[in-house]
Structure formats: C-alpha cells, structure tokens
C-alpha cells in the first residue's frame, strides 16, 4: 500500500556508535540528506532519511556509505552495517537498538579505540603456475611425467596434477601466513584470515590495531616482509572501521 | 571521458571497499522491515521481470481490446 508518510520517514542504516547523544553530523548521506543518530540508552544508530525501501548496491551509494563511516572514524570507532540496510522508520530503529542492545554494547567494547587495517601479501610473479613448478621438483616431476608419458594425458590424470598444485599452494599459504601472523600478533589485538581471491594471493588478513596506530603497522609490514624474497608483494590498506571484527546477527 | 576507467590503486581501493562494505558488518536477518543489499538485487530483478512481463502482457491486452 503506497503510504506516504512512511516513505519519507524510512531511515538508511550506516553504523552503531557508542553514546545515547542525539547528534547531527557534517556528513552528507544518501541522496544528500543530512546524516544524525537515533539514541536508546548507552547506543546509538547513525541514520540519513531515504525515501526507499530497497538501495542498489551502486557505486555512488557505496561510496556514500563509506564517506559516512570514515567521518564517523575521525571521532570514533562505529560498528558498521553492510550495505542496503533501510528500516521503516525511526521506531524500527529504536527498536532494533533495543533488542540488540547488549550485543552493540559487547562489540563496541571489543573495538573501542581501534580501527582495522589490511593486509594482502600476493606472489609477484609473471606465471604463478610456472613459479610453483620451478619450487616445487614434485609438482615438476608430475608435470614431466604427463608430459612426455607414452600417452596423451587424460582429463583425469590433468585432474590429479590440479589437484596436487592446490594441495601445494594452500600448504605454501599456511606456512607462510603463519610465519606473518606471528610477527604481527605481537602488535595487533585481534587478526582474521580472509580467503584468497586468486592463485596469486598468499594471505588476505585483517588487522585489528590501536587508532593511532598507524604508522606503527607500516613499520610491522616491513618488518615482515624482510623475511621473504622478492616474489612476493606485501600490500597494506586502511584504515577501515572494524568491518571484519564484528559477529553480529541482529534480532529483530 | 573515462568515468569509469580507474588507476591501479583506485581499482584497490575500490575492491577492498566492496568486499568490506557488501560482505562484512552487522547485518540484520528479518527482511520484512529491513531489506539487505543481497537479497535486494534478486528482488529487484525479479520485479523489473514481472513488471516488464506485465507491462508486455498490459500492451498485448490493451492491444487486442482495441482491436475488438
């Protein structure tokens, strides 16, 4: 049913923050609309009115969402939402901070004062299956025995080879993620592992360091990457709100 | 112009951002106050298919009543 109150009062959800202060920020929101928060006692939403009820996943309301939350960084550290998440209205919001109230509080504990910083370590070399043949003499010597066998290979025996260089590259990735996150648990509060996108990746970690640290995990960064070569390419990125370090599914 | 052609670092950047904010963060399960990005898309596709089903349908109909 078309109601047109309800349309102009639903609010697009950016983030959690600590404090039950009604704020308006210098931030622009959605559409342009101006960006405030909505308190229920020891917590708060930071909201932008929308006259939708779903949002597209558009680069220019992604970008949006994120100038939100780093605005809200240079004060805080807020528990950010993913993206597209629109309530009816102001109750809705009440209420969800209501219901959820302990599991914001516990959260935003976990990451007061800090911010999170990435970390991507990627193999740096032309031909990723080439370099790991050349490291690897088993994963050669089974390439060789394909290749010049009496026999064309088969689909499987094509297969088997796959499946012994992903066995490879996963046992290479553990050995040396756990070498880097040995350095770098000495320095950061909390470290989480994120699949690899592609063969190149070694490791894809998350950080959970102080806010003002860093220019500290820069120097972390060198420090680790002094114990690997040159085929590998240490790539750092952030500071993000604590995206990777919240285990929350709201009640409602 | 090259609005949509990005440098390597931008191209990072913008990658690091999309897996951040489209797959991380709290999320709120009960769809019928709230609606998340995910579920939106399938909707939303679904919903430009009936309605362009409809709108066809809507012509098609409208069409052969005026031929009547």
Known sequence: MYNQT?????KYL???VAG???TSYDALGINDSPVYSIPDRRVSAVVSDVSYERIRPERRYLAVHQRVLRRLMEETTPLPMSFGMIADGSNEIRKILSLNQEGFYEQLRRVEGKQEMGLRVVWDVENIFEFFVNVHPELRAARDRLREGQRAPTQEDKIELGRLFE???DADR???ARRVEEIFSRHCREIKRNKCRNEHEVMNLACLVGRESGPEFEAIVLEAAKLFDNDFSFDYNGPWAPHNFIDLNLKL | MHGLSLNDAERVSLCETLDRILNKGAVVAGELTLSVAGIDLIYLNLHLVLTSIEGA???TTNGLMESL
Not at chain 1, 6 to 10: I, K, V, Y
């Open chain 1, 174 to 176: 553990e050995t040396y």
């Open chain 1, 14 to 16: 950016y983030a959690v």
């Open chain 2, 57 to 59: 349908r809507d012509k």
């Open chain 1, 20 to 22: 039950g202060l009604e």
């Open chain 1, 167 to 169: 066995r490879t590259l």
């Open chain 1, 6 to 10: 309800a349309q102009r009062s639903r």
